[in-house]
């Protein structure tokens, strides 16, 4: 048992910080819930501005620091929880592999497919950070080709970052439906942490649409 804190959690239900909780599942971990509704706008709240002025989820808070952007909340949640193995550590070699897919979202994944959505003209590859999307989906889909794990045999929480963003991803058509990426996010899928955090998440989508219609009749 660790004797820290409970971490506080802020969250909304079919938003990117499903994937935080898809990890407090992994984890077994408890924390305090904090909802917020995206469609009411609550994230843009003087109270949560005050939390986090970026008015984004997810966003955690724990002895009194914030720490926001996925990849840095799961690495932080992987490294208060060690004894569940979920981040190589320091000295293993597969903790720069390991960083390295975890940075790779926020730096190429994301504004490769932010660019995408917005059909904006490609920055020449030189200039563009991520070089090209076609790239960025290249690599991801040589490493997961190793599998079964984005590090090969061992789950890590860069499985739970990876398995909900490529999901996302396929949703969106941001990504190319192929074969491993498919493959690769059933398998995370159908782990019961996963698949715990997507029902807990529904039934709170299923509140927050009540809660809307109840204050639209109130109104
Ligand atoms: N860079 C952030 C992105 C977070 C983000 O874009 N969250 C969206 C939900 S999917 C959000 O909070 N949107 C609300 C808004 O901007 O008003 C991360 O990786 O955590």
Known sequence: MNAFSLVTFFHAPHSRSGITRAMFEELGASFDL?????????QRSDEYLAINPMG??????????????????????????PEKNLAPSLGDPL???????????????????TDLSQKRAPTPQVQSGYGTYDDVMAVLAEQLQQGPWLLGERFTAADVLWGGALNYGMLFKLVPELPVFRAYVERVQSRPAIRR??????????????????LAVDA
């Open 95 to 113: 903790r720069g592999p390991y960083l390295r897919w975890m940075v790779f979202y926020g730096s190429c994944f994301e504004p490769a497919i």
């Open 197 to 214: 955090a997507f029902a807990l998440d529904e039934a709170l989508a299923a509140e927050q649409a009540q809660q809307r219609e109840e």
């Open 34 to 42: 904090v909802t917020l509704d995206l469609q009411r706008n609550e």
């Open 56 to 81: 984004k989820v997810p966003a955690i808070r724990h002895e009194g620091m914030l720490v926001t952007e996925q990849p840095a909340i799961l690495m932080y949640l992987a490294d208060l929880y």
